[in-house]
């Protein structure tokens, strides 16, 4: 066995073995069990084929050679086969652990090149709730897959090109360079917005400067780019700074802005065209890829070129696809957006492989999420109807995060006080974010995501915290230390199970790109813990052996909490 084949991959090999001496590639259908450790439901498929009763084929796998000594298996029900895992034999998996700084997940067998699109705000615009899930969950997809050992290319699709964009020039030379600048990198996007669009609404002279600053932009005036890259630099400085106070990778360097793709738009639509994929629409150049329709039943397009010969969000989608798997050489591509633009990226992948842009061996995924209710369960709006700022939220996250630490952060100084309650303020935000399934809409609440207890951030930071104390406390008042294993009681085991369990935890939130089913798994763990510290003595065990055991069991706990907090991107503090 290599030492990075996983407990169950083991079990896996196994059984496989059991099972080909019956039916050669027969499936064992390991799944987990109430009952056992794992159970195998493989027997009862494998009847109908062979026209056997099942549960006398689950009597042959239980009693095959290759389980013996290391699982006990029963034959239950109908011809389930039961799987208890011998406590010797997880001794010896998790011995493997200790020191592992993977903690037992193998490096992936096939690493890929993945390129992930998250974040995308928009320059001059607030960035909203949207834009925090996107930012949030496509950052935990891509620490997990570089910890999975993935060529992971991140890209910040920034909003810095389009129409808007004359209107914003406009406004900024109307209010003057220097308050522009003034009220963008104070994040006062929403207001600059507002305001360039009640001037293009009210006035038709600006208006019309807007429509010639378009067309100036578009030809690449020098004076036109620069006002451009001011508002660009301005809007990213502020999202560079939302970004380091969520904690996520994202820099500067990932930005591929929409603007990127501007020399390749007419390519694309010249491509199209001869490729005999566009069709003339009212004036627009559009493709119809099939099997799209709206609601009339009638084919629906997807407009590269306007009327007026402008290209389209959809042109650069189409653009970015295309430089995606010539450039990076993309295995696999995310879109992490909002499920309202499933149908528009459905659209362009479709597109994209009519045009051979996107060949089959290359999978593009929309990694869609929903929504971020009020407590009223609408659409998370301020109280005059407006967008949330985000950096509001994670002020507010922060204080709060104070307010509960309390007591608890007493004993610090400021400057630790300070850096706890942003570790545990935003660590819950993320937490809340990410442990719900992110297909499904979810109610903000802060009280909730800031709970010590149930499923949230601060309850695993603080079960991680409380291990690093027992350690602590274990050395300095006994000289202990974490010592050999050995796992002998039903706690133990159970949490033996939920340690070596962790890889396919990690492997079932990647292939789904489920960050939750990660959530789930280090709930579940802290959970086997707590049981385990209630009925097991540590600090007052029967004898040193049994102490510096659970010392061991007590660190790979921490260690595997930690490791995939820091996967979903939220710190584990030692103390708290
Ligand atoms: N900027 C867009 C928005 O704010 C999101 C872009 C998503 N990515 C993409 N390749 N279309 O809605």
Redesign the pocket.
């Known amino acids: 066995m290599g030492a990075m084949t996983t407990t169950r991959g083991r079990l896996q090999v196994a059984l496989q073995a059991a099972f080909d001496r019956l039916a050669p590639g027969a499936d064992p259908v390991l799944r987990p069990s109430e009952h056992a450790d794992l159970q195998s439901n493989g027997a009862l498929a494998l009847a109908r084929t062979l026209g056997r009763s099942p549960r006398d084929l689950a009597t042959e796998v239980a009693a095959a050679p290759e389980l013996a000594g290391w699982c006990r298996a029963e034959v239950s029900g109908p011809g389930f086969v039961n799987l208890h895992l011998a406590d010797h034999f997880l001794t010896g998996q998790l011995d493997r652990l200790s020191g592992d700084p993977r903690l037992g997940v193998p490096a992936a067998a096939e690493p890929a090149t993945y390129v992930v699109?998250y974040s995308?705000?928009?320059v001059a615009k607030e960035m909203h709730v949207g834009?925090l899930r996107t930012t949030i969950i496509g950052d935990a997809l891509c620490r997990m897959l570089a910890f999975a050992g993935h060529d992971v290319r991140r890209e910040n699709?920034l909003?810095d090109w389009g129409t808007p964009f004359g209107m914003l020039i406009e406004h900024l030379l109307e209010i003057g360079e220097q308050e522009a600048v003034e009220e963008l990198s104070v994040g006062d996007l929403d207001t600059f917005y507002r305001q360039a669009r009640a001037s293009f609404e009210a006035r038709a002279d600006f208006r019309e400067a807007s429509r010639r600053r378009v067309v100036l932009l578009q030809q690449g005036d020098e004076e036109t780019r620069r006002l451009w890259s001011v508002l660009v630099a301005e809007s990213l400085a502020y999202f560079d700074d939302v970004y380091t106070r969520l904690g996520v990778l994202l820099t500067d360097d990932d930005v591929v802005g929409e603007s990127f793709y501007n020399d390749a738009l007419a390519g694309v639509v010249a491509d199209l065209d001869a490729a005999g994929l566009l069709v003339e629409s009212d004036g627009a150049r559009c493709v119809f890829p099939p099997g799209f329709a709206g609601r009339d039943g009638e084919p629906l397009p997807l407009i590269v070129q306007k009327s007026d010969g402008g290209y389209t969000?959809a042109t650069t989608?189409l653009a970015?696809l295309r430089d995606r798997v010539d450039r990076h050489h993309a295995d696999r591509i995310l879109?992490v957006?909002?499920a309202p633009?499933h149908q528009h990226?459905e659209m362009c992948f479709a597109v994209a492989r009519s045009a051979g842009w996107l060949p089959a061996s290359v999978e593009a995924t929309h990694v869609a999420f929903g929504s971020v209710l009020g407590a009223d369960h609408k659409m998370f709006k301020t109280r005059s109807g407006d967008t949330v700022k985000l950096v509001t939220l994670l002020d507010e996250a922060v204080a709060r995060a104070r307010l509960a630490l309390g007591e608890r952060a007493a004993h610090l100084d400021e400057a630790d006080r300070h850096a706890l309650a942003g570790t545990v303020g935003i660590g819950a935000l993320k937490y809340a974010d990410l442990s719900t399934d992110r297909t499904r809409d979810y109610v903000f609440d802060f009280d909730r995501m800031l709970a010590f207890e149930g499923n949230t951030g601060p309850y695993l930071q603080y079960a991680h915290a409380r291990i690093c104390s027992l350690l602590r406390r274990a050395h300095t008042d006994a000289g202990a230390r974490p010592g050999a294993l050995q796992v002998a009681t039903p706690e133990e085991h159970h949490l033996a199970l939920a340690l070596l369990a962790f890889p396919e935890a990690l492997d079932g939130a990647l292939g789904d790109a489920a960050p939750h089913r990660l959530c789930q798994h280090l709930y579940e763990l802290a959970g086997a813990f707590t049981t385990f510290y209630e009925r097991c003595p540590v600090l007052r065990a029967d004898d040193p052996a049994t102490r510096d055991s659970r010392l061991r069991l007590a660190e790979l706990t921490g260690a595997v909490l930690a490791c995939g907090l820091g996967l979903l991107g939220i710190g584990a503090p030692e103390r708290m």
Do not use: K, R, S
């Open positions: 699109d995308a705000p928009n834009h699709h909003g969000y989608d970015a879109y957006v909002g633009q990226l």
